[in-house]
């Protein structure tokens, strides 16, 4: 990118076009912009009298989300006016958090990295990247130089706390790790969703609003859609279908429907035909897995399997979708795979109404893809636990153990970019400890949180209605192409900064080069004359403030695969060598070896715990609105009534759930929702410590599930956290 253009007028001036218009002072104008708080992107109208918002609604007119918006959305408004947010950076002294200036706090959080690394190396710097910062448009463009610019290779991120399965499994077998099947679910006739709660999440690596109405749609069209998940969730309602699975199991019950697919005879590439390799291997896998040699050990009829597998093969159209309950599971990456081979095999990869690729009008895949840049998988290895990196990062689970264990590379500072690892990663309060010992850690966050506490320097950026936003990331994993570009609605105050700003100033003070102060606008401007589709560009974005329709997803390979060869890879080597791994775990669940459940209220009793996600929530930081807070306490620990009669245990009393890394107490909700045996507890809660600054979620904590949950338990293939099928033991608590 070039220097010049951060001056070019006609890129200040079309980037701050709509920013002018609603700031007229015209009296109730409408403002239309994408909610970038969670993937769904739903266009809002916002009325407002100069900095009043009036109202925050769905826009009908945006073509991806027609009107749909949820709960959180109007929480903007809060985010926004909340008091407790930070506007100028701040710098911990012995007397407690000092307003600083920026000059004075880049100047500090710049010397400051340079003696650590000084002293200990360049990669005794840590950085940790949260999830907003996919979310966050400026981010997406100047993060990488940003963290490029602090030298560092011990680079970690929510990524191996979420999706990381999904890119190993798209670069093994699609050669790029951001080559993301999207379910078509517009089209399709059947939709299998293995571990995913859209109907709450709105939707993940499926950008997705409105999923309600879709999945209406669908059964208005004579289709269906089966739920495999250990609660018979809000999702689980809607459907045609739910089957109870225990946490773990999927990748045994996706091996036994591949089975019957081929013992039946219904191979059938359909549009992948000629360019898939690995087929006989898979098939070859797929002996040992019958329904009937699996039903013991998934619980599931093995007819019911038979029927499953029958009726996706035979759908006119069908789709697999997994997310989080099967990847962030012991089998992450076995159960992205063989979602994957499942959709290749009956025809259903890359065609409408089965599982297709984005054609995004901002395409940093192709871009990337074109200068070789695809991903890497495990060419380094964590320093205590040998853990596998990926396209630059290593597995959040090992973070604490990196800043805990001494030695040569030991971490001695750390950078957190949009994030709360405390409440967010694995055996969190390991990590809060470990925080503690640091030389310098510096926070680039809006709020004074469970994680940004430890901070010495906390860097506050300008956030969401106060910044533009392009969706980089989300468009490439949206259901429908659709291209959208919203200024800010309201101007920063003159001492704030955006995100971008900040690493630009950083970078530029790290590196001693100049800063253009360059607005990411000007990428986005090139990158959408560069694009396919005629006719774009960020004019034409800016003259339609609701959004410009691309159409449905269309086939794109093999033109957009990136593998050397041009060729699907059905049967790469990391996950034929991973199913010894689960050969073993199947051995060790057969139902024989299990001991049956002790029945005493005294005695603890022990389960398996999932997570859960909430209309209400976003991860670990909306928790601050009180409007998303307020009635009764949602941190619940969910239980079948069999296990809580078991325990003792009646609605609305407080349980003990504990494990070897911690235990939490919490009020239980007891419900037919869950299967016997696991119980559910909802994470980014337990804001419970006295010197954060978030007033509205101090008075309602919760407690975090990440206190139990253990950072040893991970997809050892992909080096992702299982926070799903936490042994715990639950028992009633003394003081009811
Ligand atoms: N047990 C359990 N743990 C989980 C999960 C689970 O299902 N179960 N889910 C995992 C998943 S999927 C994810 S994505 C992670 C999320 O993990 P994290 O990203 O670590 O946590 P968040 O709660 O999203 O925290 C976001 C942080 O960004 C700050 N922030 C918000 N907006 C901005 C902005 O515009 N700029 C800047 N600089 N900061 C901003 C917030 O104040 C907050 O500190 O949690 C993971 N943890
Ligand atoms: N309202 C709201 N929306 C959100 C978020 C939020 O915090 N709140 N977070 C956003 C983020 S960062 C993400 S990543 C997405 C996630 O989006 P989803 O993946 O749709 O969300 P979850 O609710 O975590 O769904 C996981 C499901 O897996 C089930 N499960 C647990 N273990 C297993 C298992 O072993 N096997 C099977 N088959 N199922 C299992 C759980 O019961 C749960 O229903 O949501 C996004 N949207
Ligand atoms: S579903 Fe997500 S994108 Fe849509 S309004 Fe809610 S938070 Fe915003
Ligand atoms: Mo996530």
Redesign the pocket.
Same mark, same amino acid.
Request: overall charge negative; aromatic content about 6%.
């Given at each position: 990118m070039s220097a010049e253009g951060a001056n070019d007028p006609a890129v200040r001036s079309e980037a701050t076009n709509g920013l002018a218009a609603s700031l007229k002072g015209e009296r109730s104008m409408k403002h239309y912009r994408t909610c970038n708080l969670?993937?769904?992107m739903c266009g809002l109208v916002i009325e407002h009298e100069g900095h009043e918002i009036l109202s925050i609604k769905g826009d009908p007119n945006d073509p991806l989300s027609r009107g749909h918006i949820?709960p959180?959305a109007v929480a903007l408004k809060d985010i926004y006016k909340d008091p407790d947010r930070l506007k100028k950076p701040q710098r911990k002294t012995a007397t407690g958090w000092q307003e600083i200036e920026w000059d004075e706090a880049f100047d500090e959080v710049v010397n400051r990295l340079r003696v650590v690394q000084e002293h200990h190396g360049v990669n005794s710097l840590g950085v940790y990247q949260g999830?907003p910062n996919v979310h966050n448009f400026g981010t997406m463009i100047f993060g990488p130089n940003f963290v490029r610019s602090l030298r560092t290779k011990s680079r970690f991120s929510?990524t191996s706390a979420?999706?990381l399965p999904h890119h190993v499994a798209s670069l093994l077998m699609f050669g790029h790790y951001f080559m993301i099947p999207i379910p078509d679910i517009d089209r399709t006739d059947f939709m299998l969703i293995? #571990? =995913?709660?859209?109907l709450?999440?709105?939707?993940?690596?499926m950008t997705c609003p409105d999923y309600g109405k879709r999945l209406k749609a669908v059964q208005a069209r004579g289709g269906k859609v089966v739920v495999?998940?250990?609660?018979r969730?809000e999702?689980?309602h809607q459907a045609d279908e739910h089957l109870f699975?225990?946490?773990?199991?999927?990748a045994l019950l996706l091996l036994a429907m591949i089975h019957v697919v081929v013992e039946e005879g219904l191979v059938d590439l359909g549009n992948v035909e000629g360019i898939v390799e690995g087929v006989e291997e898979v098939k070859q896998i797929v002996e040992d897995f019958s329904p009937e040699h699996m039903s013991p050990v998934l619980g599931i009829d093995a007819e019911a399997i038979r029927r499953l597998a029958m009726d996706f093969a035979q759908a006119k159209s069908a789709v697999c979708y997994?997310?989080? #309950? =099967?990847?962030?599971?012991i089998f992450g990456g076995l159960c992205l795979w063989l979602t994957h081979v499942l959709n290749i095999l009956t025809g259903n990869m890359d065609r409408p109404g089965g599982a297709m690729f984005t054609q995004p009008a901002f395409d940093f895949i192709g871009t990337d893809g074109k200068n070789g840049r695809t991903g890497t998988f495990g060419s380094r290895k964590t320093r205590v636990r040998g853990l596998p990196n990926f396209t630059g990062e290593f597995p959040v689970a090992a973070m604490t153990e990196e800043i805990a264990t001494e030695g040569d590379g030991q971490l001695k500072a750390m950078v957190t970019i949009a994030g709360n690892p405390v409440l967010s990663t694995p055996n969190g309060q390991a990590l809060d400890k470990a925080l503690e010992q640091l030389e310098f850690m510096v926070a680039i966050d809006i709020y004074l949180n469970e994680t940004t506490r430890h901070a010495d320097i906390i860097l506050p950026p300008a956030t969401g209605l106060e910044v533009s936003h392009y969706d980089v990331i989300f468009n490439t994993l949206a259901v429908r192409n659709v291209a959208k570009y919203s200024p800010p609605l309201f101007e920063k105050s003159a001492d704030q900064r955006y995100d971008w700003e900040i690493f630009q100033e950083l970078t530029a003070r790290l590196t001693g080069k100049p800063n253009y102060a360059i607005p990411p606008e000007l990428a986005l401007k090139k990158g959408l004359e560069g694009s396919d589709y005629e006719g774009m560009s960020l004019e034409k974005l800016i003259k339609e403030p609701h959004g410009v329709d691309l159409g449905p997803l269309s086939p794109a390979l093999p033109g957009r695969l990136f593998t050397p060869n041009k060729r699907i890879q059905l049967a790469p080597e990391a996950f034929l060598q991973d199913l010894d791994r689960l050969r073993k775990f199947q051995v060790q669940i057969q139902p024989q070896t299990q001991n049956s459940s002790p029945h005493s209220h005294t005695q603890p009793h022990t389960f398996l715990l999932?997570?859960?996600?909430?209309?209400?929530?976003?991860?670990s930081w909306m928790h601050n609105s009180h409007r998303l807070v307020k009635g009764k306490n949602r941190c619940t620990l969910m239980i079948h009534p069999d296990d809580a009669q078991a325990a003792g245990l009646e609605t609305g009393e407080i349980a003990i759930v504990s494990s070897p890394q911690g235990a939490v107490r919490l009020p239980v909700e007891i419900t037919q929702d869950m299967m016997p045996g696991v119980v559910?507890i909802p994470?980014?809660w337990g804001h419970r410590h006295k010197d954060i600054q978030l007033a509205v979620a101090q008075s309602t904590p919760g407690v975090s599930v990440n206190d139990l949950t253990d950072n040893a338990l991970i997809d050892e293939l992909t080096g992702n956290a299982a926070f799903?099928?936490v042994p715990v033991e639950v028992r009633k608590d003394g003081f009811n």
């Amino acid at each position: 990118m070039s220097a010049e253009g951060a001056n070019d007028p006609a890129v200040r001036s079309e980037a701050t076009n709509g920013l002018a218009a609603s700031l007229k002072g015209e009296r109730s104008m409408k403002h239309y912009r994408t909610c970038n708080l969670c993937e769904a992107m739903c266009g809002l109208v916002i009325e407002h009298e100069g900095h009043e918002i009036l109202s925050i609604k769905g826009d009908p007119n945006d073509p991806l989300s027609r009107g749909h918006i949820c709960p959180k959305a109007v929480a903007l408004k809060d985010i926004y006016k909340d008091p407790d947010r930070l506007k100028k950076p701040q710098r911990k002294t012995a007397t407690g958090w000092q307003e600083i200036e920026w000059d004075e706090a880049f100047d500090e959080v710049v010397n400051r990295l340079r003696v650590v690394q000084e002293h200990h190396g360049v990669n005794s710097l840590g950085v940790y990247q949260g999830n907003p910062n996919v979310h966050n448009f400026g981010t997406m463009i100047f993060g990488p130089n940003f963290v490029r610019s602090l030298r560092t290779k011990s680079r970690f991120s929510a990524t191996s706390a979420d999706q990381l399965p999904h890119h190993v499994a798209s670069l093994l077998m699609f050669g790029h790790y951001f080559m993301i099947p999207i379910p078509d679910i517009d089209r399709t006739d059947f939709m299998l969703i293995i #571990g =995913a709660n859209p109907l709450v999440s709105n939707g993940s690596m499926m950008t997705c609003p409105d999923y309600g109405k879709r999945l209406k749609a669908v059964q208005a069209r004579g289709g269906k859609v089966v739920v495999v998940d250990p609660r018979r969730t809000e999702t689980a309602h809607q459907a045609d279908e739910h089957l109870f699975i225990k946490p773990g199991r999927d990748a045994l019950l996706l091996l036994a429907m591949i089975h019957v697919v081929v013992e039946e005879g219904l191979v059938d590439l359909g549009n992948v035909e000629g360019i898939v390799e690995g087929v006989e291997e898979v098939k070859q896998i797929v002996e040992d897995f019958s329904p009937e040699h699996m039903s013991p050990v998934l619980g599931i009829d093995a007819e019911a399997i038979r029927r499953l597998a029958m009726d996706f093969a035979q759908a006119k159209s069908a789709v697999c979708y997994s997310r989080m #309950g =099967a990847s962030t599971q012991i089998f992450g990456g076995l159960c992205l795979w063989l979602t994957h081979v499942l959709n290749i095999l009956t025809g259903n990869m890359d065609r409408p109404g089965g599982a297709m690729f984005t054609q995004p009008a901002f395409d940093f895949i192709g871009t990337d893809g074109k200068n070789g840049r695809t991903g890497t998988f495990g060419s380094r290895k964590t320093r205590v636990r040998g853990l596998p990196n990926f396209t630059g990062e290593f597995p959040v689970a090992a973070m604490t153990e990196e800043i805990a264990t001494e030695g040569d590379g030991q971490l001695k500072a750390m950078v957190t970019i949009a994030g709360n690892p405390v409440l967010s990663t694995p055996n969190g309060q390991a990590l809060d400890k470990a925080l503690e010992q640091l030389e310098f850690m510096v926070a680039i966050d809006i709020y004074l949180n469970e994680t940004t506490r430890h901070a010495d320097i906390i860097l506050p950026p300008a956030t969401g209605l106060e910044v533009s936003h392009y969706d980089v990331i989300f468009n490439t994993l949206a259901v429908r192409n659709v291209a959208k570009y919203s200024p800010p609605l309201f101007e920063k105050s003159a001492d704030q900064r955006y995100d971008w700003e900040i690493f630009q100033e950083l970078t530029a003070r790290l590196t001693g080069k100049p800063n253009y102060a360059i607005p990411p606008e000007l990428a986005l401007k090139k990158g959408l004359e560069g694009s396919d589709y005629e006719g774009m560009s960020l004019e034409k974005l800016i003259k339609e403030p609701h959004g410009v329709d691309l159409g449905p997803l269309s086939p794109a390979l093999p033109g957009r695969l990136f593998t050397p060869n041009k060729r699907i890879q059905l049967a790469p080597e990391a996950f034929l060598q991973d199913l010894d791994r689960l050969r073993k775990f199947q051995v060790q669940i057969q139902p024989q070896t299990q001991n049956s459940s002790p029945h005493s209220h005294t005695q603890p009793h022990t389960f398996l715990l999932i997570g859960r996600r909430q209309l209400r929530s976003n991860n670990s930081w909306m928790h601050n609105s009180h409007r998303l807070v307020k009635g009764k306490n949602r941190c619940t620990l969910m239980i079948h009534p069999d296990d809580a009669q078991a325990a003792g245990l009646e609605t609305g009393e407080i349980a003990i759930v504990s494990s070897p890394q911690g235990a939490v107490r919490l009020p239980v909700e007891i419900t037919q929702d869950m299967m016997p045996g696991v119980v559910s507890i909802p994470h980014g809660w337990g804001h419970r410590h006295k010197d954060i600054q978030l007033a509205v979620a101090q008075s309602t904590p919760g407690v975090s599930v990440n206190d139990l949950t253990d950072n040893a338990l991970i997809d050892e293939l992909t080096g992702n956290a299982a926070f799903n099928g936490v042994p715990v033991e639950v028992r009633k608590d003394g003081f009811n």
